[in-house]
C-alpha cells in the first residue's frame, strides 16, 4: 500500500508499507527508466541536509546495508517537506 509519493524533477519516490521504490528517469527523451525497490529493513541510515534560511532545497542520501558511501542521493526543492520525509522514514526504523 503506498503511504507517502513524491515527484521530482524527473525522479519519483514511492514509500509503501514495506519498501522504498524509486524511479529513475534517465536519457534525453526519458524513455530509459530504473526501478530500484529496497526494503526498509535493508536501509541502514539515512540523512538530510538543508542548504539555510534563504534557499530552501535540500538533499537526502540514504544508505543501504553496510556501505560506506550514500546509495541514493537526490535533490528535494522547497515544494517539498524533507522533514516529512525524514519523519516518515525514521518511523520505519522499529
Given at each position: 500500500?503506498?503511504?507517502?509519493?513524491?515527484?521530482?524533477?524527473?525522479?519519483?519516490?514511492?514509500?509503501?508499507?514495506?519498501?522504498?521504490?524509486?524511479?529513475?528517469?534517465?536519457?534525453?527523451?526519458?524513455?530509459?527508466?530504473?526501478?530500484?525497490?529496497?526494503?526498509?529493513?535493508?536501509i541502514s541510515r539515512f540523512s538530510i541536509e538543508?542548504?539555510?534560511?534563504?534557499?530552501?532545497?535540500?538533499?537526502?542520501?540514504?544508505?543501504?546495508?553496510?556501505?560506506?558511501?550514500?546509495?541514493?542521493?537526490?535533490?528535494?526543492?522547497?515544494?517539498?517537506d524533507i522533514y516529512k520525509v525524514q519523519q516518515?522514514?525514521?518511523?520505519?526504523?522499529?
Amino acid at each position: 500500500m503506498v503511504e507517502l509519493g513524491f515527484k521530482l524533477v524527473r525522479d519519483t519516490f514511492i514509500f509503501t508499507d514495506k519498501r522504498l521504490i524509486l524511479i529513475d528517469i534517465q536519457g534525453l527523451t526519458g524513455s530509459k527508466r530504473e526501478y530500484l525497490s529496497i526494503p526498509y529493513k535493508s536501509i541502514s541510515r539515512f540523512s538530510i541536509e538543508t542548504a539555510g534560511t534563504f534557499d530552501l532545497d535540500a538533499e537526502l542520501k540514504i544508505w543501504i546495508s553496510s556501505e560506506q558511501q550514500a546509495s541514493i542521493s537526490k535533490q528535494f526543492n522547497k515544494k517539498i517537506d524533507i522533514y516529512k520525509v525524514q519523519q516518515f522514514l525514521a518511523s520505519k526504523f522499529f
